[in-house]
C-alpha cells in the first residue's frame, strides 16, 4: 500500500545533518540512550542487545546501518524502540539509536512525494517517501527495506533472508 498521497503523523529524527523519519504507529517508545550487551561476531551496525521492559531487544545503530558512519553518543542520543512487520511471524522489535529526536509531525497528503532516486550515502531503496515542510525535507525511512537482506539468524533464525514482510 503507498503512502503517496496520503495524511502522516511521524516522529522525526536527526543522524548527523539529514532529518529522517519513522510513522508514529511504528514507534512503540523512546528512551534515553544505554549501553548494549555486545554480542559476538555481529555486524558493526548491531550494537548488541538492551533491556526493554524484560525482553531482550537488539540495538541497532541506525547510522552505521545506513552507510553514515558511527557517532559519538552524546546526551540528545535516543533509542527508537520500534516494531517492523515479519512475513509469517511476530513483529520484529528492534532499539535504533538515532542522534537525536527532533518532534512529531503530521504532514499533509500534499507534503507526502515519492522518493527521487537519492544516490549519494544512503540507498534511496531504503527511503519509502520524501516529506516537504517549510524547514526542508524529511525522508521517511522504510523499515522493512532496510532490514530485508539480513541473515535470519540475527532476527531469531526464524526468518529467510529478504522475507520481511512489506
Do not use: C, K, Y
Request: hydrophobic share 50%; glycine share 10%; net charge negative.
Amino acid at each position: 500500500m503507498s503512502i503517496i498521497g496520503q495524511e502522516l503523523q511521524v516522529v522525526v529524527f536527526g543522524l548527523g545533518e539529514e532529518r529522517f523519519a519513522l510513522p508514529v504507529t511504528d514507534v512503540r517508545e523512546i528512551l534515553d540512550h544505554r549501553p548494549a550487551f555486545r554480542m559476538p561476531d555481529a555486524p558493526a551496525w548491531l550494537l548488541g542487545l538492551t533491556d526493554v521492559r524484560g525482553t531482550s531487544v537488539p540495538m541497532i545503530d541506525l547510522r552505521v546501518r545506513l552507510g553514515l558512519g558511527a557517532a559519538e553518543t552524546t546526551l540528545a542520543t535516543r533509542v527508537l524502540v520500534v516494531e517492523t512487520p515479519v512475513a509469517d511471524a511476530a513483529p520484529l522489535v528492534l532499539g535504533l539509536v538515532v542522534d537525536r529526536v527532533l518532534d512529531v509531525s503530521r504532514f499533509g497528503a500534499d507534503a507526502v512525494e515519492p522518493s527521487p532516486d537519492l544516490g549519494g550515502r544512503w540507498r534511496s531503496g531504503h527511503v519509502e517517501a520524501i516529506l516537504r515542510r517549510e524547514d526542508g525535507f524529511v525522508a521517511l525511512l522504510d523499515l522493512t527495506r532496510i532490514f530485508a537482506n539480513d541473515d535470519a539468524d540475527l532476527f531469531g533464525g526464524d526468518v529467510a533472508p529478504g522475507t520481511l514482510a512489506a
